[in-house]
């Protein structure tokens, strides 16, 4: 039973190919680092439903966050970087300092500051190895919801109609249900 931060961690532990990811990742040495959203996301789902085999899932979301160079070639040779270690893994490598820019809202101060706009609570969630090669999690907005199967809205993308669409419009292309079917979707009105 997953209950806290402390068990998701073991939980992300314990598997093999999520530490082969995180690993991977790791070796990139980018400044402030995650694998974040679905990644961490529908490995707690699929233990919260039993599955036994892994969801595929359509990608890895390594972000980090680099003012000094925002350039986006950077971010596809990260990606043939990971690609030579992990090369059947689905890479994304996105420098968070410039992707306020692609979504067309102020600058991020971090990579955790734009983990908690991402639309979801139950997805706004990252995971890296330290220094030290301890997992840590970081969830903006705790994991009550993830825990609880609950799509909810970040606060973010309640405060306008044109994000709220943007909310409403994921859950309903994501389909996570479909998958996960003790999933709780929660909508905001219009």
């Known amino acids: ?7 998701v961690i073991q939980l992300i532990q314990s598997d093999d190919t999520m530490m082969e990811i995180i690993q991977a990742a790791s070796t990139l040495n980018l400044p402030d680092w995650w694998i974040c959203a679905g990644f961490v996301r529908s490995k707690i789902w699929d233990e919260l439903h039993d599955f036994k085999e892994r969801t595929s899932i359509p990608d890895v979301d390594v972000i980090y966050f680099d003012s000094l160079n925002i350039d986006e070639n950077d971010e596809k040779l990260l990606e043939k ?5 992990l090369p059947d893994i689905p890479w994304s490598v996105k420098n968070q300092a410039r992707m306020h820019v692609v979504n067309q809202i ?9 983990i908690s706009k991402f639309p979801e609570t139950a997805t706004a969630l990252g995971v890296k190895m330290d220094s030290e090669n301890n997992l840590v999690l970081t969830a903006p907005f705790g994991i009550e919801d993830v825990l609880n199967l ?14 709220a669409a943007i909310y409403e419009e994921r859950i309903v292309k994501k389909n996570w249900k479909a998958t996960w079917p003790k999933v709780k979707m929660h909508h905001i009105n219009i």
């Open 1 to 7: 039973m997953l209950k806290n931060k402390v068990d």
């Open 81 to 85: 970087q990971l690609k030579r270690i």
């Open 150 to 163: 609950e799509v909810k809205p970040t606060p973010f993308f309640t405060e306008t109609i044109e994000r």
């Open 106 to 114: 102020p600058p991020y101060a971090s990579s955790e500051d734009a």
